[in-house]
């Protein structure tokens, strides 16, 4: 089992850069996809973006693309999401979430979760 912890949330102005994090342990890390989602209270978790189990192939959501990107150190089980050009939409709750079945960008393909992290962007 693969116990997850986001950290990295918090308040920024639009436009503005966070560096959100996803630690893993137990299990074994390197040989999963790790993917980020994130879910507003009340509403449907949404994928972000996901990163293959060797760190070489990406996969982004169209409404950020452009403006996040991911990495990861098996190393130090840990996956990065970069958010850049942030806007006041994507105010919400941040997930990690591993997966042995690739760059899935559905939710019930992942197998563990984080407890998530509060980003808040004001305009």
């Known amino acids: 089992q693969v116990q997850l912890v986001e950290s990295g949330g918090e308040q920024v102005q639009a436009g503005g850069s966070l560096n959100l994090s996803c630690a893993a342990s137990?299990?074994?890390?390197?040989?999963?996809?790790v993917g980020w989602f994130r879910q507003a209270p009340g509403q449907e978790r949404h994928f972000v973006g996901a990163?293959?189990?060797?760190?070489?192939?990406?996969y982004f959501a169209a409404s950020v693309k452009d403006r996040f990107t991911m990495s990861r150190d098996n190393a130090k089980n840990t996956v990065w999401l970069s958010m850049n050009s942030l806007r006041p939409e994507d105010t919400t709750v941040y997930y990690c979430?591993?997966?042995?079945?690739?760059?899935?960008?559905?939710?019930?393909?992942?197998?563990?979760w984080g407890e998530g992290t509060q980003v808040t962007v004001s305009s």
């Open positions: 990163i293959t189990d060797d760190g070489r192939k990406t």
């Open positions: 137990g299990g074994s890390f390197s040989t999963y996809a």
């Open positions: 979430a591993v997966t042995d079945c690739g760059l899935g960008t559905q939710s019930y393909r992942y197998d563990y």
